[in-house]
């Protein structure tokens, strides 16, 4: 926000503060990467769709195609040189750092009353009991945002209802959501032989559709689709072809995303090419761009959709009263997400137990108490890693 209000607010005149802020208080209504759907909003306003889609693409370009190169510096790493590999030592702590300050910084912001505290549990304890059923997140954020409607003392609605909104509009984003799930189902039950990237377009598509809060709540979801799920025993009887990425390739991932400029959706560009890597050279990258399409489809469809009937929109108190709601309910699926990864590294030794707790909570104070930028504390963890070897 501070560059965008110093580039295209003072700089360059494109939008006034207060379009900016009202464009950030519309994109954090929806689903998606929110810092993308604001800058897209500004290349709208300046030049309609063409000019969005040319910033979309613009904005994530740059850090898809380094993750989606990293998909093939870690298979590079992981075949050649064991010793290199440790450089990722700490990583996996480290991510759990990066979302524990996450979700402590959104419990600040969205936790004040009773009921979002009650939410908050709720959906904490559901989440970490229910971690590889994928549903549990859309259900948790369905029933926060209804929930939190079912009084309206704390934001009642002070002015006339608007006329009513035309919803026309939504159809496209609907139809390829049912279209790639059903496409993917059917995939599936009939084990077409080259089905996997119609699987990883609709899990990227779903997650782009669904992710409120930003990549400190993809990341998790992601981890439950890619990595928790594909270890069930049934779910592999079920569906032997099913995608998925090894843990300590994902954590190297995830923790990679925030060492690179951009947004933190692109590390589904890492992803995508880690679920493909099997196939071949050319079906990786078919991986990479399958996987940057799906995730950042959805959050232009619905922000070049929603955004001419937001002036409407927002004199609904009922959409503040669901975000009240959807937002306590990231907040849990965010702690949740950070014991359940916390539980994964309880099964290694004391020594190391207590090393990964000393990174979290050192990763933790450093976002916290200090100005280090993200980049820096990925860098200081990587040096960890490789000075570890020498131990």
């Known amino acids: 926000m501070g560059m ?7 700089k360059r005149r494109d939008v006034t503060e207060a379009e900016l802020m009202d464009y950030s208080a519309f994109c954090q209504l929806l689903p998606g990467a929110s810092s993308t759907q604001t800058l897209t909003l ?19 370009l740059p850090a898809c195609i380094l993750m989606g190169a990293f998909s093939f510096f870690i298979a590079y790493v992981n075949e050649r040189t064991l010793k290199t590999a440790a ?18 910084k959104a419990f600040r912001i969205s936790i ?20 590889k059923t994928p549903w549990i997140f859309p259900i948790l954020l369905v029933l926060g945002g209804f929930v939190t409607n079912l009084s309206d003392r704390r934001i009642p609605q002070k002015e006339l209802m608007p006329k009513k909104i035309k919803w026309g509009n939504i159809w496209l984003f609907a139809i390829i959501f049912l279209l790639a799930g059903a496409g993917s189902e059917l995939a599936r039950k009939n084990n077409w032989p080259n089905r996997r990237p119609l699987n990883l377009f609709e899990n990227t598509y779903r997650f782009g559709s669904l992710v409120f809060g930003g990549g400190n709540v993809l990341i998790p979801m992601m981890y439950e689709q890619f990595v928790v799920r594909p270890e069930s025993q049934n779910l592999i009887h079920r569906n032997p072809n099913i995608i998925r990425i090894n843990r300590e390739d994902f954590y190297s991932g995830a923790g990679m995303a925030r060492a690179i400029p951009g947004p933190v959706f692109s590390v589904t560009s890492f992803m995508g ?30 922000v070049l959709f929603f ?18 709601g959807i937002n306590s309910v990231v907040v849990g699926i965010m702690i949740a997400s950070a014991c359940y990864m ?24 450093l976002l916290n108490n200090s100005r280090l930028p993200s980049p820096l504390i990925v860098l200081v963890c990587l040096l960890l890693g490789w000075g570890w070897t020498f131990f």
């Open 342 to 365: 916390m539980k994964d590294m309880s099964s290694e030794s004391w020594t190391d137990l207590f090393l990964n707790l000393g990174v979290i909570v050192g990763t933790f104070l």
């Open 307 to 324: 955004f001419p009937i937001w002036h409407n929109l927002k004199k609904y108190a009922v959409v503040y009263r669901a975000l009240e």
């Open 42 to 60: 500004i290349g709208y306003k300046r030049g309609g769709v063409v000019l969005a889609m040319l910033t979309l693409i613009i904005w994530t």
């Open 87 to 104: 450089l990722f030592r700490f990583v996996a702590p480290m991510t759990v750092g990066f979302i524990s300050y996450g979700a402590y």
């Open 112 to 131: 004040h009353n009773t009921i979002t505290r009650v939410i908050l549990l709720v959906s904490a304890v559901a989440t970490f009991i229910l971690f």
């Open 273 to 302: 090419g880690m679920a493909m890597k099997d196939k071949g050279t050319g079906m990786q990258v078919l991986g990479c761009f399958i996987a940057t399409t799906g995730i950042f489809l959805p959050s232009a469809l619905l």
């Open 4 to 10: 965008m209000m110093k580039t295209f607010v003072g």
